[in-house]
């Protein structure tokens, strides 16, 4: 899942790299670009480590056992919540854009040439991630292991972030990236006699789906953070 930000966010505290009102206007509507699509990833994430959560209790298989899991209300509420949130952050980033005047000034199309390279290379970032989606879906499916499908597809989703955090200058992706990617790891390489399916699920769901999460919360504030300095 690539996410369109700002090439000028840097270290998210974050620095101004190109003066200009529509400038500006495009890195918070970068930002919150960014924060929509993680906050319905961590939602997607943590729906699933939720189910998870509830199979393992009631000893489960989350891949066999669907119609036969009850997950209590309350949980999806607060899950729910937690994603309406980040998204009534990416809301209000949305609205601080409005503040420094129309993306397409000249202020703003100066750097074109830049631009396109963004946009190119965002698009080959995307393309390499999705194959390797479909690459870790084919090998869990063809070696039977279809427990290691979420587990892959996930590491590559979380890796995809480093790439994006350089051509981004997002510096808060690279933590995203790196914890992700920690979960991910002791998912697949943890043996099947040592963790079973629902455990294994349920550390990809809940370590991924709380890193994403967490990485748009920060992003809302670092976006409120820049918005009361360029007053």
């Not at 998210?12 to 190109?18: D, E, K, N, P, Q």
């Not at 209300?73 to 949130?85: P, R, Y």
């Not at 972030?161 to 697949?188: K, T």
Request: net charge positive; with cysteine; aromatic share 8%.
């Amino acid at each position: 899942m690539a996410i369109p930000s700002s090439p000028s966010c840097h270290n998210l505290r974050i620095t101004v790299t190109a003066p200009g009102l529509g400038h500006l206007r495009y890195i918070f509507s970068g930002l919150a670009n960014g924060i929509l699509i993680l906050a319905v990833c961590a939602l997607v994430w943590l729906t699933g480590a939720i189910y998870c959560a509830v199979c393992a209790r009631a000893g489960l298989d989350p891949l066999g056992d669907a119609d036969r899991v009850d997950i209590p209300a309350a949980w999806l509420v607060l899950n729910l919540t937690l994603g309406a949130a980040l998204i009534a952050g990416a809301v209000k980033v949305r609205r601080l854009s409005r503040r420094f005047g129309s993306a397409k000034s000249s202020e703003a199309s100066a750097p074109q040439e830049h631009g396109r390279h963004i946009k190119r290379r965002f698009l080959q970032i995307a393309l390499a991630e999705w194959t390797g989606v479909a690459a870790a879906t084919l090998l869990g499916i063809f070696f039977h292991r279809q427990d290691l499908v979420w587990p892959g597809a996930s590491l590559i989703i979380c890796l995809h972030f480093a790439p994006l955090a350089s051509l981004f200058r997002v510096r808060a992706y690279y933590f995203l990236a790196a914890v992700g990617s920690v979960f991910c790891l002791i998912a697949l390489l943890t043996p099947a006699a040592s963790m079973n399916t629902a455990h294994r699920l349920l550390l990809v769901g809940a370590g991924v789906g709380s890193a994403m999460w967490i990485t748009a919360a920060y992003n809302v504030l670092a976006a409120h953070r820049l918005a009361r300095s360029t007053r």
